[in-house]
Nanobody, 115 residues
């Protein structure tokens, strides 16, 4: 398994969750890492990404609430999600894309935000 995500759950609106994704060392060290999400009936969308050099990008609707970070020693990427809203409810997927352009998906982790 190249990517293993965890940390989803049920939280009330305004609450916080932290997602984690552990990658294989070879993938992590060569990859831009990202979190995507897919809500029921919706297309999968990019939430946040972080390059090997630390350049970060966020979906507009999560800016100021979500923080992506990578721990190069642990081959792990995190998504800290604060001030969660019901519209953040989705299955969240970890994604890694290496320098050869090959992309890998982790299994999803469900985040449910109740109002």
């Amino acid at each position: 398994v190249q990517l293993q995500a965890s940390g989803g759950g049920l939280v009330q609106a305004g609450g916080s969750l932290r997602l984690s994704c552990v990658a294989s060392e070879s993938l992590f060290r060569s990859s831009t890492m990202a979190w995507y999400r897919q809500a029921p009936g919706e297309q999968r969308e990019l939430v946040a990404s972080i390059t090997r050099g630390g350049t970060i990008d966020y979906k507009d609707s999560v800016k100021g609430r979500f923080t992506i970070a990578r721990d190069n020693a642990e081959n792990t990427v995190y998504l800290q999600m604060n001030s969660l809203k019901p519209e953040d409810t989705a299955v969240y997927y970890c994604y890694g894309k290496n320098t050869r352009g090959l992309g890998y998906w982790g299994q999803g982790t469900l985040v449910t935000v109740s109002s």
